[in-house]
């Protein structure tokens, strides 16, 4: 019989795109996500057998990590801030710069925090529904967030020169 520890270590090998994925949306430098991805982590085994079951295992291991994720970024916000933000033009500038995947990372990064998640959900193939069970929120929220962003991220991507039709 597989051990919890076992068990737990198979289930984060399995998953660990997830719980990295949402590190980069959130956070650029490579030291923060791999702090965040620890922190999910510790979060994910401190929880793991209060998982009953009711949901999908990747839906649960993406709502534990947006939660995690969420609530460090609230977190910090509330530090003091000590670093200049980005502005348009350092967006613009990296963006023009790196491919079309590097100008969508800065984009993401650029949206409040759920409507990021929103996005990276439905980027993974996540129904309207299932997104709104994981982040807690109606499907009609979801719908109208996700028209609201996807509009925003239209017009972001269309004054680095690309076109929608």
């Known amino acids: 019989m597989e051990s919890q520890k076992q068990n737990f270590i198979r289930v984060i090998n399995a ?5 990295r994925s949402l590190c980069k949306a959130y956070y ?3 030291e923060d996500q791999k702090d965040a991805y620890q922190d999910i982590i510790l979060q994910l085994w401190k929880s793991f057998d209060t998982f009953r079951g009711e949901s999908g295992l ?4 993406y709502r534990v990590s947006l939660n ?10 509330n530090k003091i801030i000590t670093e200049p933000l980005q502005t348009s033009d350092d967006i613009t ?4 710069a790196d491919d079309d995947r590097e100008l969508l990372r800065v984009v993401l990064q650029s949206l409040k925090d759920v409507d990021k998640a929103i996005v990276i959900l439905f980027l993974e193939g996540y129904k309207n529904k299932e997104i709104s069970q ?3 929120i109606t499907p009609t929220n979801v719908s109208t967030r996700l028209n609201r962003v996807k509009t925003e991220l239209k017009t972001k991507f269309k004054n680095h020169g690309y076109e929608f039709k």
């Open 134 to 136: 994981i982040l807690d």
């Open 93 to 96: 500038h990296h963006a023009m």
């Open 28 to 30: 650029t430098r490579s």
């Open 68 to 77: 995690t994720l969420l609530t460090k970024v609230r977190n910090e916000r």
């Open 15 to 19: 998953n660990q795109g997830i719980v």
């Open 58 to 61: 990747s839906t649960w291991i």
